[in-house]
């Protein structure tokens, strides 16, 4: 088996094994809403920061063999987006980050994962992503297959977590709901 495939079935491992844990750490039903501290708290997640750089997990490497580093600087929700290419993708979350293009998607091949939860603790993890160019960063686009006006927060998996206080997790607030 080459190496490359060998490489993938390791990260797709990996990937499904901290989906399942994210999973089992919504445990019981949730009957108050939560604010971002208690959510935090609740995934086992550190509360992102904007125009913060933050490392992702060691074992995620770029080609030259450098770690691959994040900086989110906002994430809004749109009812509809306009890709660069004139797609229109229903549901999205965009997330700007100054990474450039081709390390954001090595992020997301190798380690990275995405999750939306409401005041509830219910989450939604079904999307299809992508990475462009904008205006002034990489934008990394998830468009989910349901409406997702109630959710206030998205959680990003894969970070490093010693540098992430021991959590493989960040969650950020995520901006209104606006149209591009």
């Known amino acids: 088996m080459p190496m490359n495939q060998i490489k ?5 491992i990996i990937f499904y094994f901290f989906t399942t844990l994210f999973m089992f750490n919504c445990k019981e039903k949730v009957s108050s ?10 995934q086992s997640s550190t509360i992102g920061e904007y ?3 933050f490392r992702v997990d060691k074992s995620a490497k770029l080609s030259n063999g450098q770690y691959i580093i994040l900086n989110v600087v906002n994430i809004q929700k749109f009812q ?3 890709t660069n ?3 229109i993708l229903r549901n999205a979350v965009v997330i700007e980050n100054v990474t450039p293009v081709n390390d954001a998607r090595e992020y997301i091949n190798t380690v990275g994962f995405f999750n939306l939860l409401d005041d509830y603790a219910n989450s939604n993890s079904d999307l299809d992503w992508y990475v462009q160019s904008g205006k002034e960063n990489t934008e990394i686009i998830l468009s989910f297959k349901e409406d997702i006006s109630k959710y206030k927060y998205l959680v990003i998996g894969g970070m490093d977590k010693e540098t992430n ?3 493989f ?5 995520i901006k209104m709901l606006v149209d591009r």
């Open 51 to 53: 125009s913060r750089l």
């Open 80 to 82: 509809e987006f306009k």
């Open 85 to 87: 290419d004139n797609k």
């Open 169 to 173: 997790t960040k969650i950020f607030p």
């Open 8 to 12: 993938f079935s390791i990260n797709m």
């Open 165 to 167: 206080n021991g959590n």
């Open 33 to 42: 809403p939560l604010d971002i501290n208690a959510m935090a708290a609740r």
